[in-house]
């Protein structure tokens, strides 16, 4: 009951404030609520607006206030169909992250229609570089690097995490990927039957070249598939078919699939106002952080 008050009460001042920020998008509005509920306690943003790559995009650095050692590095991709999304949006997943120990990376990328597939993974492969040429300067330490997103998002570190091709072009060891845990994304979807799928990789010569489960191998670095029973959206069989082609292969992988939890309410978990619906936040930190063994942060 408290809780809802506390949301009814962030929605009026919203409102009465007419944060634009706030009003922009679903994702915004929740990372509105996030921080009002006390998502931002204890977290700072180091880094606004730094560029990367070759191409205008940018990024965000989140890290725990007050941090005085070097912290593992937590790279976080959203989603929207490579069509929409910002990562100002997505400030309550960075938080949260960052709470948990990890100095946070949220970069943008470019959208479709302006560019079709493999745009969006040169451009994660780019943010990976700028990572690991410059996360030190906010208190990362490069040699722990782990990914994580969500459903488009979830696709960059899916191939990023298993097609070496992506990381070699912009010379960096695809090794420096030390885990990852992708959230409800398209693994195994070909043929595309969305439009938004279809666009975005309209014109590929060879379609099983776009799909993670193409390039799963027996020394891929460990991963943790997470998707929710009623996701509509981004099928369970894709975190459930890639899970099984890593195991098959003798890869470090696990599988979470939450019962009656959405796509949307996958994401929706890491922050403050639905946390307490899924134990999607406390679980993928449990598992970045053993893989991370000694270098795990603390919480």
């Known amino acids: 009951m408290k809780r809802r008050i506390v949301v009814a009460l962030a ?8 944060s634009a920020a706030a009003l922009t ?4 509005l929740l990372s509105f609520l996030d921080k009002v509920m006390g998502g ?9 607006d730094l560029a990367f790559g070759d191409h205008g995009q940018t990024l965000d650095v989140w890290r725990p206030v007050g941090a005085t050692v070097k912290r593992p590095v937590l790279i976080f991709w959203y989603g929207g ?21 990890f100095v946070v990376v949220v970069p943008d990328y470019r959208k479709v229609p302006q560019i079709r597939f493999p745009a969006m993974l040169q451009d994660g ?5 700028w990572t690991r040429d410059h996360v030190a300067e906010f208190g990362g330490d490069p040699a722990q690097i782990v990914l994580s997103g969500h459903s488009a998002g979830a696709y960059t570190v899916a191939m990023l995490t298993l097609d070496q091709r992506w990381l070699r ?14 959230l409800c994304g398209p693994y195994d979807f070909y043929p595309w039957t969305s439009d938004r799928a279809r666009e975005a990789f309209k014109g590929v010569a060879d379609p099983a070249m776009t799909q993670p489960i193409t390039f799963g191998r027996a020394d891929a670095p460990p991963m ?7 996701d509509t959206t981004v099928r369970p069989r894709n975190a459930i078919r890639l899970g099984a082609r890593l195991k098959e292969l003798g890869a470090p992988i696990e599988v979470k699939n939450y019962p009656e939890q959405t796509h949307e309410g996958i994401v929706m978990a890491l922050s403050v106002p639905f946390r307490e619906r899924s134990p999607v936040l406390a679980d ?6 053993a893989k991370l063994g000694d270098a795990a942060p603390a919480q």
């Open 284 to 289: 993928t930190t449990a598992f970045l952080k």
């Open 224 to 230: 943790l598939l997470v998707t929710g029973t009623a």
């Open 40 to 48: 931002g306690n204890g977290v700072e943003r180091v880094g606004k």
């Open 81 to 101: 169909g490579w069509a929409k999304g910002n990562r100002r949006a997505y400030g309550f997943a960075a938080r949260a992250f960052a709470k948990a120990g």
């Open 169 to 182: 072009a912009v010379g960096v060891d695809p090794r420096i990927v030390k885990a990852a845990a992708p």
């Open 25 to 28: 998008s679903p994702p915004g």
């Open 11 to 18: 929605l009026l001042l919203m409102v009465s404030l007419g």
């Open 125 to 129: 492969a780019d943010a990976v570089k």
